[in-house]
Nanobody, 116 residues
Framework: VHLVESGGGLVQPGGSLRLSCAAS????????MSWYRQAPGKERELVAA????????NYADSVKGRFTISRDNAKNTVYLEMNSLKPEDTAVYYC??????????WGQGTQVTVSS
């Protein structure tokens, strides 16, 4: 199983980034996909999640209206479009796959830094 995030980097406040997570080694369209983040000294928190077929999504209150999660099951990829970025969005962002039986996989993370 592999979950490989990409698209992180340094961006100015108000800017945008698009994270991608390429999955392999499991039946991608059977898993709900999520993005989590962890800032220095803080616990990992859920940012956004999407159902296995993409029909349902949910977001942390702190990112609603600014972030959009989507998935392409034909490409085994999940995305996180991040707009109007704020310094408090700075964190390592992790992709996660979850099965109904509790199985969960994690990517290695990608750093997002929002700073002028």
């Amino acid at each position: 199983v592999h979950l490989v995030e990409s698209g992180g980097g340094l961006v100015q406040p108000g800017g945008s980034l698009r994270l991608s997570c390429a999955a392999s080694g499991f039946t991608f369209n059977s898993y709900a996909m999520s993005w989590y983040r962890q800032a220095p000294g803080k616990e990992r928190e859920l940012v956004a999640a999407i159902g296995s077929l993409g029909g349902s999504t949910n977001y942390a209150d702190s990112v609603k209206g600014r972030f959009t999660i989507s998935r392409d099951n034909a490409k085994n990829t999940v995305y996180l479009e991040m707009n109007s970025l704020k310094p408090e969005d700075t964190a390592v962002y992790y992709c996660s796959a979850a099965y109904y039986n509790g199985t969960r996989y994690w990517g290695q993370g990608t750093q997002v830094t929002v700073s002028s």
